[in-house]
């Protein structure tokens, strides 16, 4: 059976509201909560609305590969990143004081993840032919 759109948008949001507003593309800081939009390098931090671009690796983990401020009007898949074979989505959301606990155990406090998540574009897994 095929997931419908709505259905993969709500799979999307509930995969990636409460995740670490952090990762390889993104540059951020988990000791003050706060990360740096993509695009003009403002310092963004608990309560700022944003805008994320997010790929799902190989349909295992969701990887932000961008976080944008309400300044910029990346709301669309073709607009933030490159088309690959992956899942692709971009999401609005509320950056939270969640606080993070890493891989290695240790706890971050006053790092912010992504709360209120709204999927706003979604390009499903395409494979060249």
């Known amino acids: ?19 670490v507003a952090g990762g390889y593309a993104i540059d951020f800081d988990l000791a003050d909560g706060a990360v740096v939009c993509s695009q003009c390098e403002a310092t963004l931090g ?25 300044r910029h009007e990346q709301r669309t898949v073709t607009a933030t990143m490159w088309p690959t074979s992956d899942e692709q989505a971009v999401v ?8 993070y606990q890493d891989p290695r155990g240790d706890h971050h406090p006053d790092a912010v993840s992504l709360g209120g998540v709204d999927v706003l574009d979604y390009r499903p897994v395409s494979y060249e032919q």
């Open 46 to 70: 608990a309560g700022d609305e944003v805008t994320a671009a997010l790929s799902c690796y190989e349909g295992h983990t969701w990887e932000l590969y961008g976080v944008y401020c309400d």
């Open 1 to 19: 059976m095929t997931e419908s759109t709505a259905e993969a948008e709500s799979r999307i949001a509930h995969a990636v509201t409460g995740m």
């Open 92 to 99: 609005a959301a509320t950056l939270e004081p969640a606080g």
